[in-house]
């Protein structure tokens, strides 16, 4: 692999995780640029893909697969930290509770491996690809000195390795292809509004998205694995 590529023209971009803030501003920053032939959407809401069903990951994988377009793009842009079922970080281990570790880790960690498994298959042999999964900074074990948010901590960090031994393996018979996961700061999306801390302004999604992009477009080879943050710098285990 060269210390850097470009993707080349005419490729597929794919965005998993639509619907949310910074994955309806990566589909609309990718189909503004130039760099792609095509770029594909999908959500739950609108196409039926369920992280927590790997039979409509398949299905997806499938159809994108039929339109012979190399795909060179794939982002996981989706993440669960709290929801309307009782879902919330936790604060103490006293809080902690197998059925909502149990659903961190699904949307987390093995929905986005498991599209891992059906799309790296489909990536070019040859030519810059790239599968990247949005992380979070807090996924970080060397980083950790505040504690809490057990299972959303504890998901990111094991996406982190599924993805980082997924680079490996995909390095093996695809040596221009890049495997990362991206933690993109704090984002003004549903997801993190409840939790924004003073002092930690809130980026616009479309800015994420921007700078997201730009650390794609600027991957070097030994980033290969790494979760790296939104100015491309890697961030500890």
Do not use: C
């Not at 991957?219 to 500890?236: C, E, I, S």
């Amino acid at each position: 692999m060269t210390d850097l590529k470009s993707f080349p023209v005419g490729g597929l971009a794919v965005v998993i995780g639509a619907n949310g803030g910074i994955g309806r501003a990566l589909v609309q920053a990718l189909s503004d640029g130039n760099q792609f032939g095509a770029v594909l959407g999908f959500s739950r809401r609108a196409d039926g893909l369920d992280l927590t069903d790997e039979a409509s990951i398949a299905k997806v994988a499938h159809r994108v697969h039929q339109g012979n377009i190399p795909i060179r793009l794939v982002i996981v842009a989706t993440g669960l930290l709290h929801d309307d079922e009782g879902l919330q970080p936790e604060k103490s281990w006293r809080q902690l509770d197998a059925d909502r570790l149990a659903r961190n880790f699904a949307v987390n960690a093995t929905g986005p491996a498991l599209v891992a498994k059906h799309f790296l298959p489909l990536l070019p042999r040859e030519g810059k690809a790239v599968f990247a999964a949005i992380s979070a900074k807090v996924g970080s074990i060397g980083d950790n000195r505040l504690g809490g948010w057990y299972g959303y901590r504890a998901a990111k960090a094991a996406l982190n390795q599924l993805i980082h031994t997924a680079a490996i393996e995909l390095q093996r018979n695809r040596p221009d292809a890049f495997g990362v996961t991206l933690h993109p700061g704090t984002v003004a999306t549903p997801l993190s509004a409840p939790f924004t801390a003073s002092g930690h302004d809130p980026v616009t999604a479309e800015f994420a998205a921007a700078r997201l992009l730009g650390v794609i477009d600027n991957l070097r080879a030994a980033d290969n694995g790494r979760m790296l943050d939104h100015t491309g710098q890697p961030l500890p285990w």
